[in-house]
């Protein structure tokens, strides 16, 4: 069943949604075709679940775009997917900025070729300015790499004296995260039928709602989208309590 947007509760909206974009390659392979048709096929969906968030009022929208574990993939799909980033972005600053939508990035951007952090530097700074909806591209990005990373910096940190060991706390462990600047996602999409986080996110979404969906993303659209957020709305969030205390919150908060 398809959802619209009116059978949405616009009130209970999680701020940040975060979506593992999988199946471009299987997609393609399913119309015999290469597995670059289906990365190319992909980006009509980056634009129309974009656009489905920005009309919704979605705050922030994480994209896992390529994984750390991605650069292991043959050479001409690397290449293929690093030039189809760069010519995107290049093509799409001009919507994002009509859109009032700003573009944020995490992962390791040493790793990327010099003509795709090119472009990703350029629509940083043309969007930078933006107001809406914040899109983050992870790229090149993996849990276990921001993980390490984090602690090498924190390890830098206390040898210099800026902290002390003792300081160190969930809130200070947060801001050595490529996230720091955006709140944990509530709501994770997988597309594809694949049940697993892949190295994403692993400590972000520790308490966000799961969902998962047989549909391959090139064919992945706002309905789609509306659909997850529809489920996300229809779940208990717990967070460790039992359902009673959940319930008599809500009944406080609704008097
Ligand atoms: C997701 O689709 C895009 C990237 C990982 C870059 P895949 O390329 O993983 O497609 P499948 O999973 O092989 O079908
Ligand atoms: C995860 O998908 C990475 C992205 C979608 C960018 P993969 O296709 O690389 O993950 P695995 O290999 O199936 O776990
Ligand atoms: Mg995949």
Request: with cysteine.
């Amino acid at each position: 069943m398809q959802q619209s947007t009116n059978e949405i509760n616009l009130d209970k909206l999680p701020q940040h949604i975060a979506i593992i974009m999988d199946g471009n390659g299987r997609w393609a392979e399913e119309k015999g075709q290469e597995r670059l048709y289906g990365h190319y096929h992909g980006v009509e969906s980056v634009r129309n679940i974009v656009e489905g968030c920005a009309e919704i009022g979605i705050k922030y929208l994480t994209l896992y775009a390529f994984s750390t574990e991605n650069w292991d993939r043959p050479r001409n799909e690397v290449d293929g997917l690093m030039t189809l980033l760069a010519d995107t972005l290049r093509k799409e600053v001009p919507t994002l900025n009509k859109n009032n939508i700003r573009m944020n990035v995490i992962g390791d951007m040493e790793m990327l070729p010099e003509y795709a952090v090119n472009a990703l530097q350029e629509s940083l700074d043309l969007t930078s300015q933006n107001t809406g909806l914040n899109l983050i591209m992870a790229l090149s990005y993996s849990s276990r790499w921001e993980l390490v990373n984090a602690v090498k910096k924190i390890g830098v940190d206390v040898s210099l004296g800026k902290i002390e060991p003792n300081d160190i706390n969930q809130e200070l462990l947060q801001t050595y995260l490529t996230t720091s600047k955006f709140p944990d996602p509530e709501l994770m999409i997988r597309t594809s039928g694949e049940y697993r986080i892949s190295n994403f996110l692993l400590y972000q979404l520790a308490y966000a709602e799961l969902y998962f969906t047989n549909t391959r993303w090139p064919d992945f659209r706002k309905e789609n989208l509306y659909e997850a957020i529809l489920d996300f709305q229809n779940r208990e969030r717990r967070f460790g309590k039992t359902g009673n205390q959940i319930q008599q919150v809500e009944t406080v908060i609704s008097v």
